[in-house]
């Protein structure tokens, strides 16, 4: 396997092609996007300057979510990172290439090669160049972090105070505080995590009394609740019944199909290990599991189940990530009744979506994004803890 480094080499390999399915790419880590534990992505940088998108996600290749959130803590601004993988055109921009991580390893650390000089901190030394007089390559600036819990002053590690996982251990430059006070201060801890989510998951005409809302456990079937309140049993038991999209374990299709006898397919391409609760409750009552097809929805896998696609009775999503705006699309084209919870905008992911002549940057902005591609199209809240806000049409 050839391993790029530079911008002419990528370019070569790739030549208009859809996809790539094996490379190798050499380069600097200069930005690191953390967007949950399962998803991760990060800018390379190569040594003439230009500049191509990793994707770590949880269900791509071998990656768990704790492989992805142990890659988080070995990789760093400034490391010379080898990542393998398969290079893919952005459905949005054809131009922007995304690189899919299969594999990445840290093949210069920045920390071992600049000791007490952090990269995050301005460090004036470039990538490594292939020309002496090749140009200045622009390095991330600070690294700062958002939403921060603060202990005795000092910001601190989540990791630690939520279930004692902190990898670094003496290493980690957040507060783990002293051992003998880990009760106390984790309690406090705890008690400004939850100030701070209900703070955060607040949205602009939520009606919801923040205090009184039910945990993220219970979405699933408060959504389910909600979607038979509003569609009804009749409507989502037509045909092939409803399409669970990105529906990760199956908690809406469960829901839907095991408590409600309501016929549902899960869209999802990662492989999908059963919660020990539903298989308990599918064999006491004797359930069927939903059918599970096992790959992410576009419109070839639409052509591919013409039959399933145009008999079901609505398409839905809690969550569902990068395939939000795809449900609706998918919906408004064959004419569907559809609703979504919308959680993640990822802007950089869908850099060209633009609502009123500005960018879509913000939840709200998605949102609205989500309404204007369709005047029928409407909008409320559930109770339930987090982004709460369900995106549908009743057609």
Not at 196 to 213: C, E, F, L, Y
Not at 261 to 280: A, C, E, F, G
Request: include cysteine; aromatic fraction near 6%.
């Amino acid at each position: 396997m050839t391993t790029i480094t530079n911008g002419n080499q990528l370019h070569e390999v790739v030549d208009g092609k859809e996809r790539v399915l094996s490379i190798a790419v050499k380069g600097q880590l200069v930005r690191k996007r953390t967007v949950s534990k399962n998803l991760i992505f990060g800018d390379i940088a190569l040594t003439d300057g230009e500049l191509i998108q990793m994707m770590v996600h949880s269900g791509e290749a071998s990656w768990t979510k704790e492989r992805v959130i142990q890659l988080n803590w070995d990789i760093h601004l400034g490391d010379i990172v080898l990542v393998q993988g398969e290079i893919r055109r952005e459905e949005t921009n054809s131009n922007r290439l995304l690189l899919v991580a299969s594999a990445c390893t840290v093949q210069e650390s920045w920390e071992k090669t600049h000791p007490q000089q952090r990269f995050e901190h301005n460090a004036l030394e470039s990538v490594v160049k292939e020309k002496k007089d090749a140009p200045p390559v622009a390095l991330a600036t600070k690294q700062t972090y958002e939403n921060m819990i603060q202990l005795d002053g000092k910001n601190a590690c989540k990791y630690h105070f939520s279930n004692t996982t902190c990898q670094r251990g003496d290493a980690c430059h957040f507060y783990h505080g002293k051992s003998e006070d880990y009760a106390q201060l984790r309690q406090e801890w705890l008690e400004k995590r939850t100030i701070q989510k209900r703070a955060i998951a607040m949205v602009d005409g939520d009606p919801n009394d923040p205090h009184s809302k039910a945990l993220k456990s219970q979405r699933a079937a408060l959504f389910v609740e909600w979607l038979v309140d509003i569609f009804g049993v009749q409507l989502l038991s037509r045909g092939t019944g409803v399409l669970d999209v990105a529906g990760g374990k199956g908690d809406i299709s469960f829901e839907l199909q095991c408590k409600r006898n309501i016929p549902s397919t899960l869209i999802d391409p990662r492989v999908v290990k059963q919660r020990k609760t539903h298989i308990k409750v599918m064999r006491e009552q004797l359930c069927n599991k939903w059918l599970h097809i096992q790959a992410e929805l576009n419109d070839e896998l639409v052509n591919m189940h013409k039959d399933h696609f145009e008999n079901c009775s609505a398409i839905v999503g809690m969550h569902p990530d990068e395939a939000t705006e795809v449900i609706v699309n998918t919906s408004l084209s064959l004419n569907k009744p559809f609703a979504v919870v919308p959680c993640c905008v990822m802007s950089r992911l869908f850099p060209d979506r633009v609502c009123n002549n500005e960018k879509i940057a913000s939840y709200n902005d998605f949102v609205a994004y989500l309404k204007s591609k369709d005047p029928r199209i409407q909008s409320t809240f559930l109770p339930f803890e987090g982004k709460n806000q369900v995106v549908f049409l009743l057609t």
